[in-house]
């Protein structure tokens, strides 16, 4: 893609990319992020929909997962170890996953920053369908009435953000019995459908939503929609197109990013980059 064709840095670029196995999306990520760290691409926002399947971040551990993994290969659900913060986490139908594809230069660095404006986006956007959400002092994410509605979990790689948010529409919220939810024990999860009922917003329409506040959040003027083939072509070329990528060369269940990354720690809200390098730096979700 020319020069010419970079989006405007102030415009957040959103697609919705269909039905995609988590091991693409990974990749998408990856190609992604080298790009627009190498300034030849915008900022993203890239809405997967994803079959069953559990993540677990760089502060996960066995003792969240509630199910055998010979349970989890009977029901079809893959389980992958990522390189964002948090612990367990699952993805599936009827829950709104959302990647920030965003180089942190406009906020200063501050990851801290950029967290809590992804938690006030999805509070408005709760908000727009009548839905009174909060955040809580040391836990990310965002709850209502002491249920969990929506989880952050964020990596960054030369100062570009990536991996993002899941809003829970309407999933079977029978799936997070698989697990201990972000690696806590006792809490409630919740969903747009249970406390709205029959006046729940569709999938697509809580997407166009969740953009138009994200990008409202974090800064930009505007959201400029593409079709869902459009951020693949920075995908580097496999034969057999994008069905190749799940016959490529990683690892099962490992995104090739996770042996190069090191948790650094936020002071004061901010981030060092150590000795320059590039590295990745998590957030934490609790």
């Not at 079959?51 to 066995?62: A, Y």
Request: hydrophobic content about 40%; overall charge negative.
């Amino acid at each position: 893609m020319s020069g010419s064709d970079t989006p405007s840095p102030d415009v957040l670029t959103a697609c919705g990319l269909g039905h995609t196995p988590y091991r693409d999306g990974l990749r998408l990520q990856e190609a992604l992020v080298a790009a627009r760290a190498a300034g030849e691409t915008g900022d993203w926002l890239l809405f997967p929909d994803h079959p069953p399947v559990l993540t677990v971040g760089r502060s996960g551990s066995e003792a969240s997962l509630r199910a055998e993994p010979r349970r989890l290969e009977q029901m079809g659900i893959e389980l992958f170890q990522v390189a964002r913060g948090g612990d367990v986490t699952w993805h599936g139908p009827g829950q709104l996953v959302g990647y920030t594809i965003c180089e942190l230069g406009r906020w200063g660095h501050d990851l801290h920053r950029f967290l809590r404006a992804i938690e006030e986006a999805l509070v408005s956007t709760l908000e727009h369908f009548g839905i009174h959400g909060e955040t809580v002092p040391g836990r990310t994410g965002v709850w209502v009435e002491g249920e969990k509605i929506a989880s952050i979990g964020i990596a960054v790689r030369r100062w570009v953000s990536y991996h993002g948010f899941a809003l829970n529409v309407a999933p079977d919220l029978g799936s997070f019995d698989l697990i201990h939810p972000c690696g806590l024990r006792g809490i409630r999860m919740t969903s747009l459908a249970v406390r709205l009922g029959s006046s729940a917003p569709s999938l697509a329409e809580a997407r166009r939503t969740a953009a138009e506040e994200t990008a409202r959040r974090l800064g930009y003027a505007g959201v400029a929609w593409v079709g869902e083939a459009e951020p693949w072509r920075w995908v580097p070329e496999l034969p057999g197109g994008r069905e190749a990528l799940r016959e490529s060369s990683w690892d099962r269940g490992r995104s090739n990013d996770s042996a190069d990354t090191v948790q650094i720690a936020l002071a004061g809200g901010g981030v060092m980059n150590p000795a320059g390098r590039d590295r990745v730096a998590e957030v934490k979700e609790l």
